[in-house]
């Protein structure tokens, strides 16, 4: 570094150290009337219909009329909480989807706590999944109901999916690690040598605090610091200062993870990419992804940091299905739920997609031949 | 029970003392040397020798993660000296302290990308992440073992409680799935048809026949 400072005018830098510090002093105000009373319940309109233990099953009302006869429902991940998805009015895949006419359901999972470490990653899909989707099934008259399963939310979906065909009729995916050891992800990297077994022991529950500071550490400076500094330039937006606030309580309002599903997933996927491997077991049965003949529509984003693009990407070889569409979304891994191209695009794409299969549709156009984008 | 209690202060007290003369850097050597665990506190004794190895554990695993974040920090320096100078040679000068520190945070970024994915700095972490989960462990066995020196109840304990209602409620529910989804389809019990069989004859009866001869 060859004298860079001298570059910089003294005059000017002490002008913007003086605007700094100025508009840190009115940065806490600001910031406190942009609080949200209550982010985590989602901007769009819902009924609870059923739950069980922590898991709930949410009926979002209809914007208009029904475009497909069956509805979607979204499982969402453990490791968060589903209220990204219907952030704010503007930033709502919910409400895109709504607007397009999919009745939609949602599963939380809510917040473990100590009488929930022992749960397994078989009772979130055999006590959590299956009779939610079995109930919105019974609703609807149909045998099968369409799912999107996001983050590893999708990775849940395809398990179960797997295990109970006959439950499932389209199936999204959306961020969904399928290969946990494609080159470039972090993650896997560094949970390849965690003694997970000991973590839990140590823990119970894992706290979603230290999984926050892991996710925030895989981009320390970027999120860590940076974050924050650009922060300032936002305090003369109220609206999007607002955004900001309940995106950061989204962020770091993470549950605690059941511990005995948290060490199944980090050894089963993360170390031992069972998945990916055709070797995993859920409760005595092996999940096999060939089985997954279903129509499946694969979301990734091209910038995610968290699921790279290859660990979606890898799905596609494992499946059954020969109606499968990829879709590649210039984005990160949480501008692919909020971003404005994202909510311009995402949810029209899904609902084209869901109609072209919807077997209303599929009687009265039988004669035409299906194409398949699986080459 | 005394004589456990007792040990304890007497522990603690050398371990603070091996702490302090430590000065930062802890002496591993008077913790892992310690005399043999003896006589009817040696359960106790050896808990807090361990509690002792693993302090020492984690602050080796903590200075050896510090020192690649050092490595992260002087790397990312000389990037960004080095992309301040490449700007002020094509005549794009840093203009201010803002554009300077966005440099500096995508070159820290990048480094901290190559030396975060490598093998030193992954096994350093989860050295420290595996050695800070065996010193909670010990920590809890100690307090637990302290605890019900006074009858409290314990995570252990709670543990075991919850692993019976687990194992219950999946003997359970089977039975009551299966009986659930028999009912509807279960037939109505017929009414029995009537036996054609001759009913045996009773004792009382067989001894009438006897006495009358037949």
Known sequence: MSGPLPLLDATTAAAEIADFCARLARAQPALRAAIDASPENGCSERELLWRDGKTSLYRYRPLRPAVVSTPLVIVYALVNRPYMMDLQADRSLVRRLLEQGIELYLIDWGYPDGADRLTELDDYLERGIEPCLRQVAERHGVEAVNVLGVCQGGTLSLCYTALHPERVRNLITMVTPVDFHTPGNLLATWARNIDVEALVHAHGNVPGALLNSVFVSMLPFRLGSQKYVHLLDLLDDPAQLATFMRMEKWIFDSPDQAGAAFSQFVRWFFQENRLALGTLELGGRRVDLARVTHPVLNVFASRDHLVPPGASRALRPLLGSRDYTALEVDAGHIGLYTSARAQRELPATMAAWLVGRDPRRRARSSSTPRRSTKS | ?214
């Open chain 2, 1 to 214: 029970m005394t004589q456990s209690l007792a040990a304890w202060p007497e522990a603690a007290r050398g371990l603070w003392e091996s702490l302090q003369n430590g000065a930062g850097v802890l002496p591993m050597g008077t913790l892992l040397t310690a005399p043999p665990a003896l006589g009817p506190t040696r359960e106790d004794q050896e808990a807090w020798q361990r509690l002792g190895t693993l302090i020492v554990r984690v602050a080796e695993a903590q200075q050896r993660l510090a020192a690649a974040w050092t490595e992260i920090q002087q790397r990312a320096f000389a990037e960004l000296g080095e992309e301040v100078a490449a700007r002020a040679k094509r005549g794009e000068p840093v203009s201010s302290l803002r554009s300077l520190y966005d440099l500096w945070v995508d070159a820290a970024e990048r480094v901290h990308g190559q030396i975060a994915a490598a093998s030193p700095y992954v096994e350093h972490q989860a050295e420290l992440a595996n050695a800070t989960s065996a010193l909670r462990i010990a920590e809890r066995e100690l307090l637990e073992r302290w605890l019900r020196q006074y009858d409290v109840p314990t995570r252990a304990e709670l543990d075991s409680v919850h692993r019976q209602l687990r194992e219950l409620s999946r003997q359970r529910r089977p039975v009551t799935e299966s009986s659930a989804s028999r009912a509807p389809a279960e037939p109505k019990p017929k009414p029995k048809p009537k036996s054609t069989l001759k009913r045996p004859r009773s004792v009382k009866a067989n001894m009438r026949r006897r006495k009358l001869g037949a």
